[in-house]
Each structure stands twice: as C-alpha cells, then as structure tokens.
C-alpha cells in the first residue's frame, strides 16, 4: 500500500509554555505572533528574544516557526516593521502570515527569499485571488474557512500554491477580514486583532419570527467550533498541504491536547487506521470537551450553511477535567523531553595527549555525519594526579537542558596519556563549546521551505500594472443602488439635475442579474450623464453560487468597454471587493477595457498599500475604519483622492451562513426587484438589516443607522444605499447634492473621530 503523504501538522502558540508545549505534543509547526502585528492583541505573545529561542528550538527539531503580521497597518506603524522583523530575520523565521498588502508588499521588498502566507483575513476563495497573489510573491495561500472540499480541491489545482487550511478551533460568523462589528460599536477591530467577538451575544428577529420546533436560537450568529477528525481522510485527500489549529488565545493544554490528539490520528492515518478508528473514545472524548465553546461540528466542508451551523443556545467553554488537564501538563508540558521532542544521543571523541591540544568531537548517533568538534589548551603532564577517564566521562554527561544526552550503552573513545593533565573547568568549557556548535549542525539541517521565493523567480506578470492612474478631475458624486426603486430614484434626480461634476451610478451585482434588462432600459432613457459601474458580489464563489466564468457570462452582453462605438447603455467599470474579482479581471484582459475601482473592502491603511492597489485599479475607496486625521495623512503622502462614503449604512459583515435558515424560514429570495432583509435585534433592542442575498448564497448585515459624514467637505462622495426606499432614496441624495434639511433622523459618524486601536 502506498504511503499517505501526511500535511504539515500546524499549532497555534500565544504563549512561550504553548509553544513548547505543541513542539512537545508533536506540531511539525507553530504560528506565533511578536508584541506588534499579530492579529491575536491580547494573547500574552513573544518578546523578540523568545521569539528566536523558540526558532532554535523548532530547529533544533526539525520544526518551523511562522510569524503572524496579520493585521492592518496604519501608514503611522510601517516605519516600525522593518526593525521588528530585521532581528526574527536573521534569528531564523521560517515564514510569516500577513493580511494587509502594503505590508506584503514592503516584506517582499525587504526580505526577497521570506516565504510569504496570505492570511486567511484575507478572504482568498478561487483560482484567480490566488494566481495574483503568487506573483505577488506569497507562496502559501490560508483561504476563507468557508470554502467547501470541492473548493479547496479546486484552489489546489487551479493556484499550484501551498494550501493551509483549519481544522479545530473556533469559528467566525463573518469571513474573515469582512467583519466590522465590533469595530464600529466598540471601537477594538477585527482587522487589529481585538475582536469583541459580537458574534457570540445574543438575537432575535425583530419580526418575532420562531422556528418550525417553536423555539427559537437565541445566539443565531454563534458557530459550533470546528473539528474534524473524522474528515481527515478527506482533508488529506484534498490536497492541502498544512493542517492549522485555531487557538492562540487559549491555555498551553488546549494547544499540547488538542495538537497531540490530531498527531495520534493522523500518525494512525498514515498507517492504514480506519476513518473510526483514528481515535479511540476516550481521546474523542477528550477532544470534544477541551475548551469546546459548547458544540463541535464540521464546519463548511460539507455544507454551505443550515442551522445545524450554529450554538443556538448561550456560547461558553466547556471546561476539560482537572484529571485530563493534568495528564497533558504532566506528559507536555512539565517534562524536558518526550516521544516527539526526545533528546539527540550522541557520541564522543575525545583527545588528552599531553604536550597536544586537547581536542574534542561530538555526533549524533542517529546520523554521524552531523558532527561538531572543539579545540581546547595544551594537555600538560601532570604534577600530581593526572586526569582520569571518568573524570572525562563524568562532564561530557553534563548535558543537562541542551537537548543531547550520551548515547546509551555507550562510553566515550578516548585517546588518553597517562600522565596527562585537564582540569574540569576545561574539560566543561570543551564540552559547552562542542554541543553549541552541534546545536546549529542539527538547527542548520533542519528542513526549511524548498520553493524558491527569490525575486528573480517569481512568475512573470499577467499585467504590467496600470500605466497611468486616471485622476478624478474636480468633484464627483457616487451612488450605489441595491433596488431597482433606488436606481430609478437616483436617475430621476441626476436627469433633472444640472448641477456639476461628475457622476456615477455603482449597481449591485445581485440587483444587475436578477433585472438585467429593465436595468439596461432604465438607463438607456435616462443615464446619458452618469457612469454605470458593477459594483461586484463582496464574495466570489463556486459551489451553488456564480463562478467567474458563469458571471461572466452572464454580464457579457451588458459591458460597453471604453472607445466603443456603439451608444448602447452598459458597464463601464467595476467596484471591486476581493482578491478574486480582481485577479479575474487583470488575467481575463477585461482591465484593459473597463475602469476599476477598489472598494474599501480591499483595504488601503498605508502608502505601501495604496501603491499595491493602483496597479490594479485606478481609483481606491477610503478605508471605513480610517479617522478623518489618519485619512487626510494617508492623502497627503499618497498624493491620491479616495473616493469617500458619506452617507450609507456599513455592511458590519458578510456571512456564508443565513439567518433565514437559521430560524427555518423558507428561501426568502423574492422577485430580485428589492433586497429582502430579516432584522436582527440584539438584547439593547438595535436592529440590525440582515440582507438574504440568493443569488450569491450569502448574507449582509448592515448597520442599525447609517453613517453620515455630510459634514465633510468630500470632492469625491459616495452615497449607498441598502433599505431605502425610492423616495427616501431621492431625498437623501437631495440632501448631499444640495444641503438643506437633513432628512434622516438617526446616524453615526462612524470612525470619523474614534481611531481603531
């Protein structure tokens, strides 16, 4: 029978005891963060000095340590990234995971041969994400925890790229990087790695709506965590190349538990166990109750959503027994060496010649060729009592804390006069000397990552980057409409309208394909001012939703690239939101043709970051999260105008789940002509918008109120809407054309003068 190539079995640490506790549990890997960028803020995490001690470590075992810098960065804190990451470095870091782009990119700058894992914040689902993130330099790809088995197959085989993929731990409602609740409400960000985790509190329809058992789930937004283990075969199978472990917030016996019992299984795997037997029941029991939030399941490997999803009832650990506690402290935690971390035996040889330099030589003998050797003083005659061989035995077996132990059975091969002389101390410094240098033999032989990463190598571009960034001349005013009673409010105002500047109309995906001809007759009569972009799904999938090619297809008859000749209404550009999109539209030629636009989505917080996106669009989105001062410095160090939202209500986040079937609702997916929204309240009595988007299988949830910033003098606006009707539609766009009565009564100012942490 062949052997089952094994993923890299891959620990979470936030802790130094965590690490070596995983190391010990047998993690080939453990991902970390230092005290700066690192998406887990309030785990306890590494000085630098802990850092490198836990590289040599792993080394030292033939492990690897990644690096966690996956958060976004404020252009203020890039000056600080390079004296963080010089040390870690040249200490030995094995990789690093990152989300935000422009830290990518100066990463890739200022250490070419650095292996480079996009984060899973950065909601990678397809092919195209993937391809253009590999010549970006990345070699490893974290895709959306959402992604079917079918998904991640085809990611393997479309990208040819290193795939890491969870498989225990807890669970976001949101993909990761999209969620914006607990920024806007409590001002700790999820992009920042200060989640409030909103997720796991309390809702109920604000329509009363009950379930078809008659109760229904107080804690909708709440996933089980993950765990599958009885998908391992599958997983394997799949082709991913790294196996993670979420849970870099939890105690060491979480990490050295959970990490030794997917080591077991996985070890059994490989040698032919059955699916059932990769555990035994009392290991599967250990699994399922150490630190579960309440229930386990399988995650979206097999599913796309369902009720069977979520906690429903009140989320909180599920505390293991002190018994089992103890027994992985005592067997990972407490001992300097174990089955997975043993100490190296070695072998001596050792010279005592008088009137010779003593010499020294130490290998391992498990492979001798890893070998050091160490020169010491003169050996003199002795005077008195000459040095004897246990004397000599006795301080080479000093080998306490240094990961090596003589070799069982074995005594050292001395070269030994009679009337030489050595004394202890030099013997001890010999020794400390012939183990150092052996340490980094064993460390240097450690495997490290074979794709070259190098520059030179990476794949030639499917684009050479945009030739010229298309400035926006003078003002602008955007509208994004998400019904087609707001799409024909708005060309009722633009059409009557003669006020100057520019104007453009974003039309929501979902809104496009579901009326895709009376949208086309609309603007036929009345939009011979205004641009007509797309603005793009915020997630693009396979698997029950629309691939690119079907999307393309779709549209096609619709898009009126630049320089045409005919007058037919159509698609001029694109809002962009994800790396998908983006990737499909430089490597498909449609960049050529049509303008594109970056939305806040496909975040902008530094210089680093602005320059990566404008080679891929022309014009970028302000980041929501951003302060008006934070803002108005990245504007003067970029030179770029960003397009601004000024009034529309925050997509706080986009989920695969639905919370329609959640509280077993039928498919509520209606005529397409408007958004159908279930409202969420939450125990303060806030109603949240939860957009049930069919045509993309996902949902939205929006903000209680909308943000307005209709006091900022913006040249370039932009105005979105969600739940407004057409009137209400038209007297918001009024409003922000030409000032008056504000005609909205609640609102935020969002981000405006509250900075993120």
Not at 317 to 340: H, K, M, Q
Request: aromatic letters at 8%; a negative charge; hydrophobic letters at 35%.
């Amino acid at each position: 029978m062949e052997k089952i190539r094994l993923p890299e079995l891959l620990a979470p640490a936030g802790s130094p005891d965590s690490f070596y506790a995983s190391v010990k549990a047998g993690a080939d890997a453990v991902y970390l963060a230092g005290k700066s960028f690192g998406a887990r803020a309030y785990a306890e995490n590494f000085t630098t000095d802990d850092l490198i001690g836990c590289f040599s470590y792993a080394h030292f075992y033939g492990k690897k340590v990644y690096l966690t810098v996956n958060t976004l960065v404020k252009q203020s804190e890039m000056p600080e990234l390079e004296p963080f990451l010089e040390p870690l470095v040249e200490g030995g870091l094995d990789g690093v995971i990152v989300q935000d782009l422009g830290v990518l990119r100066r990463i890739r700058e200022l250490y070419p041969d650095l292996p480079l894992h996009a984060s899973t914040q950065m909601s990678v689902t397809g092919g195209y994400g993937a391809r253009l993130l590999k010549q970006e330099g990345v070699c490893r790809i974290v895709p959306a925890r959402e992604l079917s088995l079918e998904e991640i197959r085809d990611l393997k085989e479309e990208s040819g790229m290193e795939l890491e993929c969870f498989i225990h731990g807890a669970m976001c409602y949101s993909y990761s990087g999209q969620c914006l609740m607990s920024s806007l409400y409590g001002g700790r960000s999820g992009n920042r790695g200060r989640c409030a985790q909103p997720c796991r509190l309390p809702y109920e329809t604000a329509e009363g709506y009950l379930s078809g058992s008659g109760k229904a789930p107080t804690h909708p937004l709440s996933l089980k965590d993950l765990c599958t283990i009885d998908l391992l075969p599958d997983l394997v199978g799949a082709g991913i190349d790294s196996f993670k472990i979420e849970g870099r917030m939890k105690a060491p016996e979480y990490s050295a538990g959970v990490t030794n019992l997917y080591r077991k299984a996985l070890d059994r795997l490989a040698e032919g166990a059955d699916r059932q037997d990769l555990l035994t029941k009392k290991e599967r029991t250990i699994l399922e109750t150490l630190y579960v939030r309440s229930n386990l399941g399988d995650g979206y490997y097999r599913r796309r959503n369902g009720r069977e999803m979520i906690t429903a009832e009140k989320p909180g650990y599920n505390g293991a027994s002190d018994t089992v506690l103890e027994e992985i402290r005592s067997r990972f935690i407490l001992p300097e060496y174990t089955e997975y971390a043993p100490a190296k035996e070695v072998l001596w040889k050792a010279e005592f010649v008088a009137g010779s330099p003593a010499h020294l030589q130490v290998c391992l003998k498990e492979d001798p060729k890893l070998q050091s050797q160490a020169m010491g003083e003169v050996v003199e005659p002795a005077s008195k009592r000459p040095i004897s061989r246990e004397n000599i035995t006795e301080q080479l077996q000093k080998l306490g804390g240094t990961g090596f132990v003589c070799a069982k059975g074995s005594e050292p091969e001395l070269q030994l006069s009679e009337d030489a002389f050595y004394s202890l101390k030099g013997i001890g410094e010999l020794r400390r000397s012939a183990i150092a240098a052996l340490t980094k033999v064993v460390q240097a032989s450690c495997e490290t990552c074979q794709t070259d990463k190098g520059t030179e190598n990476r794949e030639t571009r499917f684009h050479s980057g945009k030739s010229s960034v298309r400035e926006t001349s003078g003002e602008r005013i955007s509208v994004l409409v998400s019904s087609l009673s707001q799409l024909k409010a708005v060309l009722e105002v633009f059409h009557g309208s003669k006020a100057t500047g520019g104007r453009r109309i974003y039309v929501e995906e979902s809104l496009w394909l579901s009326r895709t001809e009376e949208i086309k007759d609309l603007i036929q009569e009345n939009a011979s001012s205004c641009e007509i972009f797309l603005a793009l799904s915020r997630i693009r999938r396979k698997n029950r939703s629309r691939s690119v090619p079907d999307f393309y297809d779709a549209i096609q008859g619709s898009l009126h690239p630049e320089g045409s000749a005919d007058d037919a209404p159509g698609i001029t550009g694109f809002l962009v939101r994800n790396p998908e999109d983006l990737g499909w539209l430089w490597e498909s030629g449609l960049a050529d043709h049509f303008r594109i636009i970056a939305d806040a989505s496909l975040y902008a917080w530094s210089r680093d970051a602005a320059e990566f996106l404008l080679e891929y669009a022309e014009e970028l989105t302000a980041p929501l999260e951003l302060s008006e001062r934070e803002l108005g410095s990245l504007k003067a160090v970029t030179g770029c105008e960003f397009e601004r939202v000024v009034y529309g209500r925050p997509c706080l986040m986009v989920s695969a789940g639905c919370v329609a079937r959640t509280f077993e609702r039928s498919c509520p997916a209606g005529d397409g002509r408007e958004p159908v929204y279930l409202m969420l309240k939450d125990r303060k009595a806030v109603r949240f918008p939860a957009e049930i988007d069919c045509v993309h299988c996902m949902n939205r949830i929006f903000n209680s109120v909308p943000l307005s910033l209709h006091r900022e003098k913006e040249p370039v606006k932009r105005l979105e809407f969600t739940t407004e009707n057409g009137r209400e539609t038209q007297e918001i766009l009024r409003f922000h054309m030409f000032g008056g009565e504000i005609p909205y009564g609640d609102y935020t100012t969002g981000w405006e003068k509250r900075p993120v942490e």
